[in-house]
């Protein structure tokens, strides 16, 4: 893959793409299916080809001028299908008319060709219309189309999955600025979505070089690996099982999609290879004993005339047999109410699984799965303090949380009150926000959980991160309740948190290299 996209560049042209707009012009030929699907009624279903939708929809964020072109005579059917298709995801719509004489690109095509960078991608190249768009230092790509002519700069591609990491490292071989990188990214779809509407995960260069492409499962991993410099991950997404029973032990016990599982092997075999953050760094989040452990190592923070900043209080259980459970919650010294989590943190479905216990007898028929931890629960004021560690800068947000433990209590039918802490967790009311009369400029010690911060980026070795903190209302205690690992840190404004995401992983890419070269 490398040598075909890198390779048929045309050489003469000099000029750098950066501070140039770059139009991607997808012919019909890449977005129709061939195929198409013939109804009862003798007449063809216009569809998208396998792939197409994944491609606009990531083109949609890029940072690219996007449009979409078909020949004179495309049936009504079709080109009202791609008017409707262009109009849906934002881009450009272009019918273009039949070429005659020396006239083969329309006036528009034309004049991009003079202050743009531009990409033409179809899987059918006419002689002349292919000679007339290099003329004019157009780029072509062509799709699974064998019969190109020999040696005319066609930049080749077999599978529309690879028409993404061809646009970027064609990209920066055009900037020709040795600090642009490529990032390669691995996410769950709904999570990349979040990313890129949000700018995330431009093609086009992030405003400190940053190139993004997705890495692709359908296409063999190594040679997308060898074009990208380094590999920005959230490998939770892509855990298949935990055996719980080895979970105290991470990574021991963790089946990952096969994707993944040959993505660690390369970075195992090329130890000079970065990715963002080493797999071994993300493990102890995986397992809220390890994340427990590691919160007790920031209570050397508390200094006289400071709060008391420190981990919750909690116990791990193998059974919730009563007797048994009785005697070690006595000897923790713990009381209810009781939160009940998985010690598997995340990567598996039933990991945010929780429950609200309020006394003993309702441990009995508990769905929470086990091994568990129960951890105590914290009166504090309906009000939950999100902290973001994004490279070197660290943002807050304040949100409302679960009620105090009384209203709960209230609510509660005798009951535990189980819950998904991504899903479903209790609320406050209004009443019971306006009942608690929190003040939150007052309430919170920014400076001491900013040192946390700044801390637990030493203990963890992470580049992104984040943690909740609450305030326990008897005490004035600050307890760190959650930690993990790339967040989307969504109430960051997006002018502020992409320049910082951005500089994040360029930082932490040099600092590695840095490293790995001394």
Request: charged share 20%.
């Amino acid at each position: 893959m490398k040598s075909a996209s890198l390779q048929a560049l045309n050489p003469n042209r000099a000029m750098a793409a950066m501070g140039r707009s770059v139009r991607v012009v997808l012919d019909s030929s890449v977005l129709l299916d061939p195929s198409g699907v013939t109804a009862e009624e003798e007449e063809v279903v216009v569809a998208l080809r396998p792939g197409a939708e994944a491609l606009l929809r990531r083109l949609r964020y890029s940072n690219l001028r996007v449009a979409i072109c078909h020949p004179e005579g495309l049936p009504t059917n079709e080109s009202g299908f791609l008017e409707k298709t262009a109009k849906l995801y934002s881009f450009g719509y272009m019918p273009l008319t039949s070429p005659s004489g020396s006239n083969l690109l329309n006036e528009l095509m034309l004049e991009w060709s003079g202050t743009n960078f531009c990409f033409y991608v179809t899987s059918g190249v006419h002689e002349g219309l292919l000679s007339e768009l290099q003329n004019h230092n157009w780029e072509v790509i062509a799709m699974g189309n064998e019969d190109v002519i020999k040696n005319s700069g066609v930049i080749h591609i077999s599978m529309l999955q690879e028409l993404l990491i061809t646009l970027a490292t064609s990209i920066k071989k055009e900037i020709g600025n040795s600090s642009a990188f490529v990032v390669g990214y691995v996410m769950k779809q709904s999570r990349e979505e979040d990313f890129a509407k949000r700018g995330a995960f431009p093609i086009y260069p992030s405003k400190n070089d940053l190139i993004f492409v997705p890495l692709s499962f359908e296409l063999p991993l190594a040679s997308q690996l060898q074009e990208v410099d380094l590999v920005l991950h959230k490998i939770t997404d892509e855990i298949i099982n935990i055996d719980p029973n080895s979970s105290i032990s991470f990574p021991k016990g963790i089946s990952f999609s096969p994707g993944m599982s040959e993505i660690i092997r390369f970075v195992e075999e090329h130890c000079d290879f970065c990715v963002i953050d080493p797999f071994k760094n993300i493990y102890p989040l995986l397992d809220r004993i390890q994340i427990q452990e590691i919160l007790i190592r920031l209570e050397g923070l508390s200094a006289e005339g400071r709060p008391k900043l420190r981990a919750p209080c909690f116990l791990k259980i193998e059974s919730f047999c009563g007797s048994e459970l009785q005697k070690q919650l006595a000897e923790a010294k713990l009381s209810f109410p009781l939160i009940v989590k998985p010690q598997v943190a995340c990567g598996v479905a039933d990991a945010h699984n929780m429950a609200l216990i309020f006394k003993i007898e309702e441990f009995s028929n508990l769905s929470v799965p086990l091994p568990a931890i129960l951890q105590e629960y914290i009166d504090h004021g309906s009000k939950i303090f999100k902290f973001y560690a994004i490279g070197d800068k660290i943002f807050h947000a304040i949100k409302n949380s679960m009620p105090n433990a009384s209203h709960l209590k209230s609510s509660s039918g005798g009951k535990p009150l189980t819950f998904n802490s991504l899903k479903t967790l209790p609320v406050a009311t209004k009443e019971q926000l306006l009942q608690n009369e929190v003040q939150d400029s007052k309430l919170l010690d920014i400076n001491l959980v900013e040192e946390a911060a700044k801390l637990l980026k030493e203990l963890l070795g992470l580049t992104i991160f984040g943690f909740d903190v609450v305030v326990q209302e008897s005490s004035g205690d600050h307890v760190i309740v959650d930690l993990n690992y790339l967040p989307s840190f969504k109430e960051v404004p997006d002018n502020v948190a992409m320049p910082a995401f951005w500089d994040a992983i360029k930082q932490s890419y040099e600092s590695r290299k840095q490293m790995t070269q001394t």
